[in-house]
C-alpha cells in the first residue's frame, strides 16, 4: 500500500515569494500528480509527471524516482495562488487509481 | 473546453435513504472514477470503471455502492442505504490517457 506524505502541511507567504510543497511516497508509481483544489472544493489538475520536470507558466513540478520524492514550486507567489494543493500517486500496477496526498493549505497574502 | 459535470452540486438526504450522484465525463473518455473526500481528510479512491466494468475498487466500496454507465454518456455512483459516515464531497473523474480530470464534485450530507 503505497502512502503518500506531504509537507508542509500549511504554508502562508507574503506575494511575491517562491514557494515550494514537498510529497514523498513509499513505493514505486507509473506516475505522479500535483492538483489543485479551491475553497469551494473543485480539483484541477496541474501536473502529471513520470520523470524529470515540467513547467506550466510560475508553476514547476519536479520528481526523484530514486528517492520517491517530488516538489512543486510556485514562483513568484500571487494571492490567487492561495488553495490546497494536492499530490497524488498513480500507482505502479493500477491503471488510474489515485492515492492521494493530505494536502498543503497555501494562504499567499498581499 | 471539456469538463466533466457532477450534480447536484449539493445532495442532503436522510439516513437509510438511497442516493444517486450523477456524472458526465468527457465524451471521448474511456476511464471513469469516483473518489470521496470527508471533511479535512485526504481524498480516497473508490471505484474505477473501463469497458463497462469495474476495473478496480478499494475497500471502501463495499454492497451498499454501486456504479453504473446506463445510457453511454452518464456515469453514477449509487447508495443504497446511506449511513451519516457517508457524508463527504464525492468527486467524478475521467481519463483517455494518464491525466485525470475532475467534476467539481458533489457534497453528500445525510441526516
Known amino acids: 500500500k503505497n502512502e503518500v506524505e506531504q509537507s508542509p502541511q500549511n504554508l502562508t507567504a507574503q506575494e511575491g515569494e517562491f514557494i515550494t510543497i514537498n510529497c514523498s511516497y513509499s513505493?514505486?508509481?507509473?506516475?505522479l500528480h500535483w492538483l489543485q483544489q479551491h475553497p469551494g472544493g473543485g480539483i484541477v489538475s496541474l501536473f502529471m509527471?513520470?520523470?524529470g520536470k515540467k513547467k506550466h507558466g510560475r508553476l514547476i513540478a519536479t520528481i526523484n524516482i530514486q528517492e520517491k520524492h517530488s516538489s512543486l514550486h510556485i514562483t513568484a507567489s500571487h494571492p490567487r495562488d492561495s488553495a490546497v494543493y494536492i499530490c497524488?500517486?498513480?500507482?505502479?500496477?493500477?491503471?488510474?487509481?489515485?492515492?492521494f496526498g493530505q494536502g498543503t493549505i497555501l494562504t499567499v497574502h498581499p | 473546453e471539456p469538463e466533466v459535470t457532477q450534480t447536484p452540486s449539493h445532495q442532503v438526504t436522510q439516513m437509510g435513504q438511497e442516493v444517486i450522484l450523477r456524472c458526465v465525463p468527457i465524451?471521448?473518455?474511456?476511464?471513469f472514477y469516483w473518489y470521496r473526500q470527508i471533511l479535512g481528510q485526504k481524498v480516497e479512491f473508490l471505484v474505477s470503471?473501463?469497458?463497462?466494468?469495474?476495473?478496480?475498487k478499494s475497500e471502501i466500496f463495499d454492497d451498499q455502492f454501486s456504479v453504473e454507465r446506463p445510457d453511454g454518456s452518464n456515469f453514477t455512483l449509487k447508495i443504497r442505504s446511506t449511513k451519516l459516515e457517508d457524508s463527504a464531497m464525492y468527486f467524478c473523474?475521467?481519463?483517455?490517457?494518464?491525466?485525470?480530470?475532475f467534476g467539481a464534485g458533489t457534497r453528500l450530507s445525510v441526516l
Open positions: 473523474a475521467s481519463s483517455i490517457g494518464n491525466i485525470q480530470y
Open positions: 513505493v514505486g508509481i507509473s506516475a
Open positions: 509527471l513520470s520523470s
Open positions: 497524488a500517486a498513480a500507482g505502479g500496477t493500477s491503471y488510474g487509481k489515485l492515492t
Open positions: 465524451s471521448n473518455h474511456l476511464y
Open positions: 470503471f473501463y469497458n463497462n466494468e469495474i476495473s478496480e
